[in-house]
């Protein structure tokens, strides 16, 4: 892999800016932190731990399945649709340095987004450590997915189109899992379900050292293992400039 720090230096700045002043993007980062505004209303009202957390999990798991997914995927088609992607590549920015650069601040910018909703609903701190190295694990795959999309797409718009049915896989059945057993069967191979069952356990109390645990994480390697081979696939036979 060919990564220069200067380079490197350079298009973090670059894309941090530009996903920054894009309104779409934008948007994208700001409805969990809207969500969380908003369900912050109703938890003084029932003061319940269960639900604060319940709440807390499902603003990061719009965060999930918005930041890796949907945003990334717009970052790397917005340099196909302005045409700044062939003039990086014609100076010597290599496709590894350009894709890692975008994946480094979506990942940032959702790690910003999850904090700042956990503290907005005012999450205890025995579970934060938790939250963010689950959301971490899990989000992984994602930015892969979110990668993907982004190659396959040739314009912003487009990814809105190819991202939501991937949006809705990891994010509705994690939420709705547990009001319907067919839903919770395909919910229980998430990562996002994962992710959630691990947060819940801490919060919980119960050790996450278990078989259960366990699981969680093989849930959320094994995405991570699928999704690179996707990934890995896609541009082996298209590139990043097509």
């Known amino acids: 892999m060919k990564l220069r720090s200067h380079v ?11 996903t920054l002043i894009n309104k779409n993007t934008l948007i994208m980062l700001i409805l969990p932190v809207v969500f969380a505004v908003m369900y912050g209303y109703i938890l003084p ?12 999990v499902i603003c990061q798991i719009m965060n999930l399945a918005m930041t890796p997914i949907s945003l990334l995927s717009m970052m790397v088609a917005e ?14 920015v290599s496709a590894e340095e350009f894709l890692l650069s975008k994946s480094l601040i979506a990942l940032f910018l959702m790690t910003i987004v999850a904090i700042v909703d956990f503290f907005l609903l005012k999450g205890s701190m025995d579970f934060f450590a938790v939250y963010l190295i689950g959301g971490t694990l899990a989000s992984l795959s994602l930015l892969f997915m979110g990668a993907m999309i982004g190659l396959l797409c040739k314009d912003q718009m487009s990814t809105g189109t190819l991202s939501a049915p ?3 896989l990891v994010m509705l059945p994690a939420i709705f899992s ?10 229980q191979f998430l990562p996002t379900t994962a992710f959630i069952d691990l947060v819940m356990r801490q919060a919980s109390g119960l050790p996450l050292v278990s078989l259960e645990g366990a699981m969680s994480l093989a849930v959320m390697i094994v995405w991570v293992g699928l999704c690179a081979l996707a990934f890995n696939l896609v541009y082996r036979r298209k590139g990043i400039d097509e």
């Open 45 to 56: 009202m029932t003061k319940d731990r269960e639900a604060t957390v319940y709440f807390i």
């Open 79 to 92: 340099e196909k649709e302005k045409n700044t992607l062939r003039t990086l590549m014609l100076s010597d």
């Open 166 to 168: 991937f949006m809705i």
């Open 8 to 18: 490197m230096t350079a298009l973090l700045r670059k894309d941090l800016k530009m």
């Open 178 to 187: 547990t009001m319907n057993s067919n839903i919770h069967a395909i919910a």
